[in-house]
Nanobody, 122 residues
């Protein structure tokens, strides 16, 4: 059983940066593909970024060029560096982990964190 704990959220102004972290425990972190999703109240959860266990990354069009996903297998942690934040980036951000090798942008991840709130003010 893998536990995921996100941190790093907060209240920032538009144009600012934040770095989210997701610490994993209870499994072999390097075996997992990792992803970030986000969700606003009353809206569907949406894909933000993923990083495969071999390091291949992909991003949603809405964050491409502004967000960077990375992982540190020695620290069992995945990060989401968010630059040039916009008001519309306000959401609860969730990290997720899985071992299956398909549908990286869908919700079929095995493990989820509890989420961290990011609020961007204008």
């Amino acid at each position: 059983q893998v536990q995921l704990v996100e941190s790093g959220g907060g209240l920032v102004q538009a144009g600012d940066s934040l770095r989210l972290s997701c610490a994993a425990s209870g499994g072999t972190f390097s075996n997992y593909h990792m992803a970030w999703f986000r969700q606003a109240p009353g809206k569907e959860r949406e894909f933000v970024a993923y990083i495969m266990r071999i390091g291949i990354r992909s991003y949603a069009d809405s964050v491409k060029g502004r967000f960077t996903i990375s992982r540190d297998n020695a620290k069992n942690t995945v990060y989401l560096q968010m630059n040039s934040l916009k008001v519309e980036d306000t959401d609860v951000y969730y990290c997720a982990a899985k071992t299956s090798n398909f549908d990286f942008r869908s919700f079929n991840y095995d493990y989820w964190g509890q989420g961290t709130q990011v609020t961007v003010s204008s």
